[in-house]
T-cell receptor, first 114, second 109 residues
Framework: IAGITQAPTSQILAAGRRMTLRCTQD?????MYWYRQDLGLGLRLIHY???????GKGEVPDGYSVSRANTDDFPLTLASAVPSQTSVYFC?????????????FGNGTRLTVT | GQNIDQPTEMTATEGAIVQINCTYQ??????LFWYQQHAGEAPTFLSY????GLEEKGRFSSFLSRSKGYSYLLLKELQMKDSASYLC??????????FGAGTTVTVRA
């Protein structure tokens, strides 16, 4: 079944550790996104990529980095995790970054930083 | 940043109608989306409006007024499975999609 796969499903991480959240899509979508979802704050955009080889900063990029070496993969790296990065992380993709292109979401990664 | 407001919670009875309002202030506008998110699951796409007016999709309808910065999602003939969070999202002038905090709808028998 075509879609977006995120890994791991959940993770408990010690503060200061480095962690990469994986995201792969098989829909050949051009645009990909990383959001974090926190209670009462909704989904906030961390980083995005409109096409392979390009990335951009969203609303809350500090402490995170991304790369887009190919169309399918869009990993999110926390260089040195802090407790405030405890959240549910959703990867999403859309056919393009244009107006009417809806986002399709992965099932999320629940990250706890202790 | 963007400013997207929607009520936190709503409760309705099975078979009834519920209207979820969303107001927004963004720098530029390239469309408004509604998503449904069940607890512990990923958001799923419900509807898209870019022109003023009503879009109907079965039991769900979405309305947009660009001049008022206003949209609503109408859920008709409510079913228990409609209990979920409903997220309003706006694509701004730079084509970035920002989300409201979501409205949790509880359907009671």
């Amino acid at each position: 079944i075509a879609g977006i796969t995120q890994a791991p499903t959940s993770q408990i991480l010690a503060a200061g550790r480095r962690m990469t959240l994986r995201c792969t899509q098989d829909m050949r979508h051009n645009a990909m996104y990383w959001y974090r979802q926190d209670l009462g704050l909704g989904l906030r955009l961390i980083h995005y990529s409109n096409t392979a080889g390009t990335t951009g900063k969203g609303e809350v990029p500090d402490g995170y980095s991304v790369s887009r070496a190919n169309t399918d993969d869009f990993p999110l790296t926390l260089a040195s995790a802090v407790p405030s990065q405890t959240s549910v992380y959703f990867c999403a993709s859309s056919e393009s970054s244009g107006s009417g292109s809806p986002l399709h979401f992965g099932n999320g990664t629940r990250l706890t930083v202790t | 940043g963007q400013n997207i407001d929607q009520p936190t919670e709503m409760t309705a009875t099975e078979g009834a109608i519920v209207q979820i309002n969303c107001t927004y202030q963004t720098s530029g506008f390239n469309g408004l989306f509604w998503y449904q998110q069940h607890a512990g699951e990923a958001p799923t796409f419900l509807s898209y409006n870019v022109l003023d007016g009503l879009e109907e999709k079965g039991r769900f309808s979405s309305f947009l007024s660009r001049s008022k910065g206003y949209s609503y999602l109408l859920l008709k003939e409510l079913q228990m499975k409609d209990s979920a969070s409903y997220l309003c999202a706006v694509r701004d002038g730079d084509y970035k999609l920002s989300f409201g905090a979501g409205t949790t709808v509880t359907v009671r028998a």
